[in-house]
């Protein structure tokens, strides 16, 4: 159906999408793809205005990765949120000693 139907770009893949990993795809149409047994066919799925039917053919288990190997995007990721934190406070403090006069 989907070669002869689908305006997607695997259209010529028979609307095959590959492997899927996580937050790869919509969230209504990861909720119904990983929770699906393998085999199984879903019913039509409308979302923002296209249809899809999909079948999972295989599930590869997840890997867990060591803390070495994800330190620097946690330090990173810390480092952002309190470089945020601390712009919202000087935001917040900027705009209560602020004078606005509107006309």
């Known amino acids: ?31 119904f793809a990983f929770n699906m047994p393998v085999g199984r066919i879903s019913n039509i799925i409308d979302y923002a205005g296209n249809y899809y039917i999909l079948k999972v053919e295989d599930k590869h288990g997840g890997s867990t990765k060591s803390l070495n190997e994800v330190r620097a995007d ?20 900027l705009r209560q000693k602020a004078y606005i006069k509107t006309f």
């Not at 159906?1 to 969230?27: C, F, P």
């Open 1 to 31: 159906m989907a070669q002869v139907y689908s305006e997607d770009s695997t259209k010529d893949n028979g609307g095959d999408w590959g492997v899927i990993e996580r937050k790869t795809l919509a969230e209504p149409l990861e909720k």
């Open 74 to 93: 946690i330090e990173k990721k810390l480092v952002q949120e309190e470089a945020q934190q601390i712009q919202d406070r000087w935001i917040a403090s």
